[in-house]
């Protein structure tokens, strides 16, 4: 065999290995965080009165007859990324100030459960600064601002409901007897939302609207948040595994919530961004 195609035979060999090593490294799932201390159990509210019926029948449905008081939280959890149409295994840990309507997103994509892109988000009071790693950074510009107050009312109407059921600046409208809209401060109606209500059980199975993707593209998309599993965790009813999609494409990611922390301390990760925070 000629020398030029041995090597050519060589180097094709090593590709694929490569290209094997590397889809591998991806089939093992991330391992999670540690565990956040709790914080005091938090006190009680009423439902507020002017829900809309489908509305507060979820309310009761997830906390009986009172809310729980929620200043802030932590949300911890795994996920499944696919971007780019690959899944890649992921652990994140997001916190939420309900004063501010503030938010920070921190994920750590893994390889072989080692950490192999590091993913920081924080919505500062409508102003957002993220930190995509290998694809790029964006600060304080208006679509992605746009899309970060949206991020932070649907992961807390999904998460931590009482912080939404009980903002004043929120505004409620009901579509019928499964459905509600949903109008966020700050936006316009197009960018509201629409929440669906499960027939029978009362809980949000999806949240639609439309949302900017990014600052290059001038139209907002279609954008989902389907809820697959309720399920409980530690003593709260939550979306154990929900997805978020764009349009028609397939979902991009897949989370699966491992623990929620009412009122816990997160004025530290507000502050910093970058790196990482000791817990």
């Given amino acids: ?64 007859e009172e809310l729980p008081e929620v200043s802030s939280a932590m949300v911890l959890g795994r996920a499944q990324l696919a971007p780019t149409g690959m899944p890649m295994p992921a652990r994140f840990r997001f916190y939420y100030d309900a004063a501010r309507s503030s938010h920070y997103h921190e994920i750590q994509v893994t390889w072989f459960n080692l950490p192999f892109m590091r993913i920081h988000e924080r919505n500062l009071e409508g102003h957002v600064m993220l ?7 964006v600060e304080d510009q208006p679509k992605t601002n746009r899309a970060g107050i949206q991020g932070y009312w649907s992961e807390v109407l999904a998460w931590v409901p009482s912080i939404a059921l009980t ?68 003593g709260m009813r939550v979306p154990v595994r929900s997805q978020t999609q764009w349009n028609d494409a397939e979902p991009w990611a897949t989370w699966e919530v491992e623990q929620v922390i009412l009122n816990a301390d997160v004025s530290a990760r507000l502050a910093q961004f970058g790196g990482d925070l000791a817990q």
Avoid at 131 to 137: A, R
């Fill in 167 to 234: 903002d004043p600046r929120l505004r409620w409208e009901t579509v019928d007897a499964a459905t509600a809209r949903l109008h966020l401060p700050g936006l316009d109606a197009e960018e509201a939302f629409t929440v669906r209500f499960d027939p029978q059980t009362g809980l949000i199975s999806e949240i639609e609207t439309q949302r900017y993707q990014d600052e290059a593209r001038p139209e907002r998309w279609r954008w989902f948040n389907r809820i697959l599993e309720w399920g409980v965790v530690d």
């Fill in 1 to 64: 065999m000629p020398m030029f195609i041995r090597i050519v035979l060589i180097i094709a060999v090593l590709l694929g290995l490569l290209l094997a090593a590397g889809w591998a490294g991806f089939q093992v799932k991330a391992s999670s965080f540690a565990l956040v201390p709790f914080s005091s159990a938090p006190s009680k509210v009423a439902i507020p009165a002017d829900l809309p019926e489908p509305v507060e029948r979820f309310a009761r449905a997830v906390f009986g």
């Fill in 131 to 137: 930190d995509l790693s290998l694809l790029g950074k």
